[in-house]
Nanobody
Framework: QVQLVESGGGLVQAGGSLRLSCAAS????????MVWFRQVPGKEQEFVASITWSAGSYYADSVKGRFTISRDDAKKTVYLQMNSLKPDDTAVYYCAADRGVIARSPLAFRYWGQGTQVTVSS
């Protein structure tokens, strides 16, 4: 079992930056793929970025070049550095995890955090 807790969301003006954190507890972290999804009301969850157990990273086209995902296995934490934020980035951001998974579908991940709201004003 893995428990995930996100933090770092908030309100920021367009062009600004935020860093989201997702702290894991309860089980081994190093063998897990960590992923960020986001969701706006009335829409499906959208893949944002993921990082594998070997630090391979993947990004949605909409955030490539602006967002950076990283992990600190010693702290059991994954980060999402979000730069040049746009109003379209406004969403609830969710951290998810699972062992040995490389996927962009939320169905592939068993463990989820509660989400953190990111609001980008124009």
């Amino acid at each position: 079992q893995v428990q995930l807790v996100e933090s770092g969301g908030g309100l920021v003006q367009a062009g600004g930056s935020l860093r989201l954190s997702c702290a894991a507890s309860g089980s081994a972290f190093s063998g897990y793929t960590m992923v960020w999804f986001r969701q706006v009301p009335g829409k499906e969850q959208e893949f944002v970025a993921s990082i594998t157990w070997s630090a391979g990273s993947y990004y949605a086209d909409s955030v490539k070049g602006r967002f950076t995902i990283s992990r600190d296995d010693a702290k059991k934490t994954v980060y999402l550095q979000m730069n040049s934020l746009k109003p379209d980035d406004t969403a609830v951001y969710y951290c998810a995890a699972d062992r040995g998974v490389i996927a962009r579908s939320p169905l592939a991940f068993r463990y989820w955090g509660q989400g953190t709201q990111v609001t980008v004003s124009s």
